[in-house]
């Protein structure tokens, strides 16, 4: 499996990793350490306590990791968890509401850890 087909895979926008990070031999390398990374952890943790910080904190990290790596649809719904738990913004959608948006996003980083697993082994 090459990246472009990994990208198609995830869902992930090839061309602005490409342009973030020049060449295939880095995003390779970063797309890789996605799986090691806490992200996806620290945000579960924090949206089974519905810590506002923690989810906050955690879905802003995911937000610009994986903007970085070019995966706009997980950066995106990271994105309104952000909004919606930024210090000074009046939440706006309810604990339903945020619970079943961190599902979606939830399920996307696992797809994406999925196809990475594929590609590592392809």
Same mark, same amino acid.
């Given at each position: ?31 890789? +350490? ?14 089974? +306590? ?12 995911? +937000? ?59």
């Amino acid at each position: 499996m090459t990246l472009e087909e990994l990208y198609t895979q995830m869902g992930g926008n090839y061309d602005h990793a490409k342009q973030i990070m020049k060449m295939d031999k880095l995003i390779d390398k970063y797309v890789r +350490k996605l799986k090691n990374s806490d992200v996806g952890i620290n945000l579960a943790a924090a949206a089974e +306590k519905m810590d506002g910080t923690g989810l906050f904190e955690s879905a802003h990290a995911m +937000k610009g990791v994986c903007a970085n790596l070019g995966l706009d649809n997980i950066a995106a719904a990271a994105e309104e968890i952000t909004e919606e738990f930024r210090p000074g913004n009046n939440r706006t959608m309810s604990d339903e509401a945020v619970k079943a948006k961190l599902q979606d996003l939830s399920e996307m980083y696992q797809n994406a850890l999925v196809c990475i697993e594929k590609y590592e082994n392809s």
